[in-house]
């Protein structure tokens, strides 16, 4: 069996490549360029049950500690739908269910990430 390989957190956000070099720069900064795995995909936690397969992954094969969730302005996977409240709701459901449905303890951060490049914590 392969030896075993572990990082601090799965990195979650959307694809929309307005705002990747925002994500790289804060990543690097924040928790370390090669300290995570990392999902991109449309809309971060619009598909719940798309990202949680992919955590519960990340816990199984990586030992992650923790769960970082980005939610941006202006996202098309939510259109019309997206505004700031809705994005924090399905961002503080996200951890809920993290908490609910994860055997182990993981640690979750949420953010709503401007057009701008600012991040905002969601608490
Ligand atoms: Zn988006």
Not at 42 to 65: M, P, Y
Not at 92 to 100: C, F, L, V
């Amino acid at each position: 069996m392969a030896e075993k390989h572990v990082t601090d957190a799965i990195v979650v956000h959307c694809i929309d490549f307005r705002f990747q070099k925002y994500l790289n720069d804060w990543l690097n900064e924040k928790v370390g360029e090669g300290n995570y795995d990392r999902l991109s995909i449309a809309g971060s936690v619009f598909d719940f049950e798309a990202v949680f397969e992919q955590v519960q992954l990340s816990g199984r094969l990586h030992e992650i500690k923790k769960v970082i969730f980005i939610n941006h302005e202006d996202c098309g996977a939510y259109g019309e739908a997206g505004s700031r409240e809705r994005h924090e709701v399905d961002l503080r459901a996200a951890r809920e269910k993290i908490g609910e449905r994860c055997v182990r303890d993981l640690e979750v951060e949420l953010y709503y990430l401007h057009l701008d490049g600012t991040f905002e914590k969601v608490s």
